[in-house]
């Protein structure tokens, strides 16, 4: 994930806000997108944006995107532990909008 | 009723065997992948598939050769397996290349 990074850790108190922050390269990305993976399963897709989208807001999702600097960020508000997950940041790229993904953050929860 | 269903979900076998896994999705998809995800949760496409068509062919060892009889499958089978071939495979669809990927359960592959 060298085009697209993220931290690799995030710690939170239960009820708190988290804010997952991803940087990617390629400036003619079309989607970003947010997935999460919780202990031993498969990718969740949790939401995306358009590129000529700045901001999205789904339920307790936030996303915010900063094009010019080529930030993306999820927030994630009153922090459930059920939110327990890695969450990857992916952006598509190049003529067959290949995804490249972010290592991804492990967001821990703190009671 | 799973939209992208993956068979084993978990396979151990020894080196030099040759396995298969299997992908079905029931979305109607167009376009098919599959990805490793190694020990470090790094996730790396492997193959895409569009309308039976090969699409993506990531920097993969030959031993790796996808099979597509229809636009509902795409299986992935390995050939003389090796320690490093031990990841998590994902299978994901999508309705075409733009659009967004929906992923199965994974197989947790294990190479004694």
């Known amino acids: 994930g060298e085009d697209v990074e993220q931290s690799l850790f995030l710690s939170v108190r239960e009820g708190d806000s988290s804010v997952i922050n991803c940087t990617y390269t390629?400036?003619?990305?079309?989607?970003l997108y947010w997935y999460k993976q919780e202990p031993g399963a498969g990718l969740q897709l949790l939401t995306y944006?358009?590129?000529n989208m700045d901001m999205k807001q789904d339920q307790r999702l936030t996303v915010l995107l900063n094009k010019k600097d080529k930030h993306l960020s999820l927030r994630i508000a009153d922090t459930q532990t059920g939110d327990s997950a890695i969450y990857f940041c992916?952006?598509?790229?190049?003529?067959?909008?290949?995804?490249?993904w972010g290592a991804g953050t492990k967001l821990i929860i703190k009671p | 009723d799973t939209a992208v269903s993956q068979t084993p979900k978990y396979l151990v076998t020894q080196m030099g065997n040759d396995k298969s896994i299997k992908c079905e999705q029931n979305?109607?998809?167009?376009?098919m992948y599959w990805y490793k995800q190694d020990s470090k949760k790094f996730l790396k496409i492997m193959f895409s598939?569009?309308?039976?068509?090969?699409?993506i062919n990531e920097t993969v060892p030959n031993r790796f050769s996808p099979k597509s009889p229809d636009k509902a499958h795409l299986n992935l089978h390995i050939n003389s397996l090796e320690l490093g071939d031990s990841a998590v495979y994902f299978c994901?669809?999508?309705?075409?290349?733009?659009?967004?990927?929906?992923f199965g359960p994974g197989t947790r592959l294990t190479v004694l």
């Open positions: 390629d400036s003619s990305s079309t989607y």
């Open positions: 944006i358009f590129s």
């Open positions: 994901a669809s999508s309705q075409d290349l733009q659009k967004t990927q929906y």
């Open positions: 979305l109607g998809h167009d376009t």
């Open positions: 992916a952006e598509s790229k190049g003529s067959n909008y290949q995804l490249i």
């Open positions: 598939y569009n309308n039976k068509e090969l699409i």
